[in-house]
C-alpha cells in the first residue's frame, strides 16, 4: 500500500511540474535611464515557448539587444544557441534567469533576473522589434487569429475578410498583427491571411 501510495505521489509531482504555465512579461530595471529589460513569454506546450527578449543599456547609449525564438524547457532549463552564442533561461514560478556566454556579440548583455510582472500579455513600453512596420488587409474570411506564432498555439478568435491591420513582426509562417480594435495585444496570424499594402 505505502508504494502505490509513493507512486501516486511522485506522478502527482511529475504531472505538477509539467502543468506549470510560465506566460506572461518578465522584466528587470536598475533604475531611470540605466540598464533594462523585457521577456515576452508565450507557453505553446508544457515543453515549449515562444519569447520576445528585448534589453537596452540605458544612457547615454541606449544600445539595443533583441532576441526571439522557440525554446524546448528540460528540467526548467532551456537554452538558445546561434553560432558561438548560447544562452540560458532557468525557468522559476515567478522568475525567470538568464546567462549568456562570452561568445554571444550582442550590444548589450541579457544576463539578469527577470521577475514576472503578471500573467497578461500585452507589449510593453520596453518591447521593440527589428522589423519595419507594414499596413495589410485580411484576405480571408474567418482568419484564425492564435496566441503565439504556431498552429498547435491557443485560437483566440478569427477576424472578417477587409479587417485593416498593421503588421508588426514575422514569425515561423505568421505576422504578429495589430486591429484597430485591439492594440498592444500580441495577435498573430497565418501570413497567407494578410495582403500587405503595396508601397
Not at 533594462?36 to 508565450?42: A, E, I, K, Q, R
Not at 495589410?136 to 506564432?149: R, T
Request: some cysteine; overall charge positive.
Amino acid at each position: 500500500m505505502t508504494r502505490i501510495f509513493l507512486f501516486l505521489l511522485l506522478n502527482l509531482q511529475c504531472f505538477l511540474l509539467s502543468a506549470i504555465d510560465y506566460t506572461g512579461i518578465y522584466s528587470f530595471s536598475k533604475g531611470l535611464n540605466k540598464p533594462n529589460g523585457s521577456l515576452c513569454v508565450f507557453q505553446i506546450k508544457p515543453d515549449t515557448v515562444f519569447y520576445y527578449l528585448s534589453n537596452m543599456t540605458g544612457a547615454p547609449d541606449f544600445n539595443l539587444t533583441n532576441m526571439k525564438g522557440f525554446l524546448r524547457i528540460d528540467s526548467s532549463t532551456a537554452h538558445y544557441r546561434k553560432d558561438s552564442c548560447k544562452v540560458q533561461l532557468e525557468f522559476k514560478q515567478s522568475i525567470i534567469s538568464v546567462n549568456q556566454s562570452t561568445g554571444c556579440k550582442s550590444d548589450f548583455t541579457v544576463d539578469g533576473q527577470y521577475k514576472k510582472n503578471g500573467n497578461s500579455l500585452k507589449r510593453p513600453v520596453t518591447w521593440m522589434t527589428e522589423y519595419t512596420e507594414k499596413g495589410g488587409i485580411i484576405q480571408v474570411d474567418s482568419s484564425m487569429v492564435y496566441f503565439a506564432p504556431h498552429a498547435e498555439s491557443k485560437q483566440l478568435f478569427s477576424l472578417k475578410k477587409e479587417t485593416a491591420v498593421k503588421v508588426l513582426d514575422e514569425v515561423n509562417g505568421f505576422y504578429l498583427i495589430e486591429s484597430p480594435k485591439q492594440k498592444n495585444e500580441f495577435h498573430w496570424t497565418q501570413k497567407k491571411n494578410v495582403l500587405l499594402n503595396k508601397k
